[in-house]
């Protein structure tokens, strides 16, 4: 990248981790799914030594540090195997937590109700950043109630969403671990 100057050569770079991650996705998920967890969501982040990062969840939504070790343990035989990223990386496997990121359209409709915060590719009404209680999807339009206001965001136009911690999601947190709990308690009787 000689004779660019720094803020090309960023750019580049920017743009090089975004195709691998387009690249990455449709080949990692299905062993993702492989190991019993649904992906969340994948990030390449870094510069010389990259870390692949991996969130991801069982069907129910919970994901405790033992299935983050189980998926660690298996991606990493699929990654050695397979090989599909150039140079040094790191792996590393998180649950999505509380305050989750929403990254498919599924989620918008399955956090109705809850509070969340959007940023936007490009603005909307001289806006990029939303914040307000999630009402679902009309279509492919994510539909958020912001400031007193019905607002639908095409799907596409939104760069970033995550859920804000409040207590009502915190709530609903517990009742889901205590229902996977319960259920876990069950199969082991079984």
Known sequence: MAGLDPASQAKRRFSAIISQIAHLEPI?????????FRLVRLRLMGGNTKTLQIMAERADGTMTVEGCAILARALQDFLEKENPLEGDYELEVSSPGIDRPLTRPADFARWAG??????????????????GRLLGLD???????????RISIPFRQ??????VMTDALIAEDLKARKRADSLQAAQARD
């Not at 279509?139 to 206001?149: A, C, F, P, W, Y």
């Open 139 to 149: 279509g492919q339009d994510v539909t958020i109630e912001s400031q007193g206001l």
């Open 158 to 163: 939104i760069a970033e969403a995550k859920l």
């Open 114 to 131: 809850h509070e969340a915060k959007l940023e936007l590719h490009t603005p909307i009404d001289e806006r990029k950043r939303f914040r």
């Open 28 to 36: 990692i998920e299905p062993a993702v799914e492989a190991a019993g």
